[in-house]
């Protein structure tokens, strides 16, 4: 049976039958092919008389009837900043009813009672659902490390004959029925230029890379492609590769879904991922005045209505941050990220942006907050970063972080490399580095220490983090040369300068022939070769401190991929080469 004629045995069962032209016009089919489909039905003994159901059909419908329901709840929602840390997203209300709510008492209305909510970021807050519907809630205890892949699998026994639905999905009317009789993926006819599914004549959901049908979620699943998600699921949570994967991976077999597409109606069908979606659905909704909008609308002293355009950027190493517009100008909040109040120490950045706001060093401060870290900046327009590719504009940095260094700026405290690498150490709770040799290459690391120590330093503030991402270019008026920004400032703190040429070496990921040029872009009358070995002991242990800092981020279960081996090799490698450059010096 194919799709047209379950899609018609399902009319049928819904509906009273008049005359084959109101089933056309319904169904939005021709005329021609409603008789067909209806010859096929009759042939295959699931319609007699007046189209009337057989008792084949109603077995067919038994057999693939909708049971149960899963509903996702267990994430972040990091893309409802600012309000994804106040209020979980399942929670959110539109005309005063919580998305999820709304989702059970849909489902409830068809008969579906067997309901569990999979749940994790503030999963405490979904306990009242038990004794006001009677669903389960299944906890899912990696939530931070994993996406809703591994929700779905905790959730594995439920999957026959049953609706997965997300807990960001607000329907007008109700998605969910009594009947099914096969397997669908819910789409909205709306282009979506970040969709990677689009639906083909057949109805069937293939991959583009071009851009296709908005995504809704919603999905049901009935008997052999139940059978087949649940063991595809079962592999692919196991396997490492997709730890950050949506569930929906598991539906592909090649570049196909293994199930039908259902597209729902975009002006009564939301999924609602921003703080912008959630005005533009209710913009009377209570959660939409949060503590940071208020926040924003005192330092700015505009109204909250005056704040728009809040749009999240690319997730950092660090923090979570999101643009919004207030009155034509731009500014940046940014919100510290997991693990974050481990790692920095915001009254001392808080000292930072003192000695240096007004100096035209970074970007425009107008709020900071030395508790939290929260931050409130000018958004610099039309900046770029800088391409640690072109030479042209590595030198450009180096002068300009040179020019800063030689402020010879002052504060109070200290960021002691070796320090930093105990420290990072004890966050790990315990466990070993995933490292085999990592003992080894620590002594060696610490052995860098003495001749270091013996070098002169001109001691001043610095970055500490001057990577070439934290570099923009400000384009200025025609005759003008491009101003160079130096932004985020958490780990700044007073040691030796060159620390900083380290530290762009490594996040760049740079060659040895690359860290020469960027030493001769630096120091452009030339590099002290006793200076130079210092560097190079700098490489050597800020990739051991990166390196341990991205093993505590894997245990927040935040990876970097090729960016945390490469630091672990600059300790081994680097090392070695001051070695042959101090057993050249002797000899």
Known sequence: MNKTEKDTLLFLKNHSFLNQRIVAEQMKLSLGKVNQT?????????????????????????????????????????????????????????????????????????????????????????EYLIDTYGVKLLINMEYAKKNNLHSLNLASDKIENTYIIPCDIWCQENPFCRNELYSWYMVCELVDDESSVRVN??????????????????????????????????????DFRWQNSFWEEALFLQDKMIVFAKVASSLSTYEINTYEQ???????????????????????QVLEEDIRDITILKKGMTNRSFLFTCRNQSYIMRIPGEGTEQLINRRQESQVYEAINGLGISDDLYYINPENGCKITAFLENARTCDPENLEEVRACMKRLREFHKRNLKVEHTFDLYQQIEFY????????????????????????????????????????????DNFLFIPGNPSEEEEIRLIDWEYAGMQDP???????????????????????????????????????CYIATCGLLWSNWCEYKRQLGVEFGEYSIRQYRYAKEYYKIFQEEQHELSC
């Open 498 to 536: 060159h620390v900083d040429i380290a530290m762009f070496a490594i996040y760049a990921m740079y060659d040895r022939e690359q860290v020469e040029k960027l030493i001769e872009a630096y120091f452009s009358e030339g590099c002290d070769p006793a200076v130079r070995r210092k560097i190079y």
């Open 38 to 126: 209806l010859r096929s039905l009759q042939d295959q003994g699931y319609l007699k008389g007046e189209m009337n159901l057989t008792d084949k059909a109603l077995t067919l419908f038994s057999e693939h009837a909708p049971r149960r329901a899963v509903i996702l709840a267990a994430g972040y929602g990091m893309r409802m900043v600012p309000i994804h840390r106040e209020t979980p997203k399942g929670l959110l209300q539109i005309n005063g009813e919580p998305l999820i709510e709304r989702q059970i008492r849909q489902l409830q209305e068809v008969g579906i009672t067997d309901i569990t909510v999979v749940v994790g970021f503030m999963k405490e807050s979904y």
């Open 201 to 238: 004549r057949k109805q069937e959901l293939v991959k583009t890379n071009r851009g296709g049908n908005q995504m809704i979620g919603i999905s049901y699943v009935t008997g052999d492609t139940a059978v087949e998600l649940k063991n595809r699921i079962a592999q692919m949570d196991g």
């Open 278 to 300: 959630l005005r533009e659905l209710d913009a009377s909704c209570r959660q939409l005045h949060s503590q940071t909008i208020q926040l924003i609308a005192q330092t700015l």
């Open 425 to 468: 150490e004890t966050l790990w709770n315990g466990a070993s580095s995933c490292y085999q040799d990592y003992n080894e290459t620590k002594g060696k690391v610490y052995r860098l220490k003495g001749y270091i120590d013996r070098q002169p330093k001109e001691w001043t503030l610095t970055h500490i983090d001057a990577v070439s």
